[in-house]
């Protein structure tokens, strides 16, 4: 899909997006990540990750597609997990349009962080292409978990879609163990040691887009039921206008 820069710089010129991007302690109280507004950049270490609310029209949409017969994708993944399934390119155009403003800002202020705010996206000279590589529903169950590993090509997301009914008072019990919380939680790692980890509680709807060779895993639960993510490879590219 090709981005439309008019509408693009319009949300440009809208967003309250930090090109220096950094995690306060509002967002961190030590035991994991907490969302504190509808779209954020996140730079806990090196790598950028991007932060964005999807729509609840989307999630029910996409909610809908899992009860189809889609295609089993266990076998181009990692996963220790019930189901993982293909989606198809009418679900991946879905997502395309719910996430494109914003994948946009999140690799400009990439870009910039990286660079010193030497180099930006130019939507004078260029048009850029938003693709999915693939995309996938990931259906984890309780005690299943998925190791850590890296994606394939540029950037990777994961977006909640699901949880299991009761999920919270498991977490309420882990909170008073006074350790790190991990239970149903992702977490990223980058020069694994002081500040190498990011650790995420899902919450439906949350959505996470990242470079795909940061490492990441997501630990076991215990309470019955179904945690329901997607996945996705996404291509980000310039196009010199014609
Ligand atoms: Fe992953």
Not at 94 to 119: C, G, H, M, P, W
Not at 157 to 178: M, R
Not at 195 to 223: E, K, M, Q, W
Request: with cysteine; glycine share 4%; hydrophobic share 35%.
């Amino acid at each position: 899909m090709t981005l439309d820069n008019n509408i693009i710089q319009a949300a440009l010129d809208k967003t309250t997006i930090s090109s220096n991007p950094t995690v306060n302690d509002e967002q961190m109280d030590a035991l994991f990540y907490k969302p504190t507004r509808d779209a954020d950049i996140i730079a806990p270490f090196g790598p950028t990750i991007g932060y964005f609310k999807l729509s609840s029209s989307f999630v029910d949409s996409i909610n809908t597609y899992v009860s189809k017969d889609l295609p089993d994708f266990s076998g181009d993944v990692v996963g220790k997990v019930n189901q993982e399934l293909r989606w198809t390119d009418e679900m991946s155009n879905l997502l395309l349009n719910e996430i494109k403003n914003f994948t946009f800002n999140y690799v400009d202020s990439s870009l910039q962080r990286a660079s010193y705010n030497t180099v930006k996206l130019d939507l004078s000279q260029m048009n850029y292409k938003l693709d999915v590589q693939s995309a996938w529903f990931v259906r984890q169950y309780e005690t299943e978990y998925n190791p850590i590993h890296v994606h394939n090509g540029m950037y990777s997301c994961v977006g909640y879609l699901k949880l299991p009914e009761g999920i919270e008072k498991e977490w309420e019990k882990e909170a008073h163990s006074n350790k790190t919380s991990t239970h149903g939680h992702i977490a990223f790692y980058h020069n694994y040691g002081q500040n190498g980890d990011f650790i995420i509680r899902p919450s439906v709807g949350d959505f996470y887009i990242f470079p795909a060779n940061l490492s990441h895993c997501v630990y076991p639960f215990y309470t019955k039921g179904e945690r329901r993510s997607f996945s996705a490879n996404l291509t980000f590219l310039p196009q010199p206008k014609e």
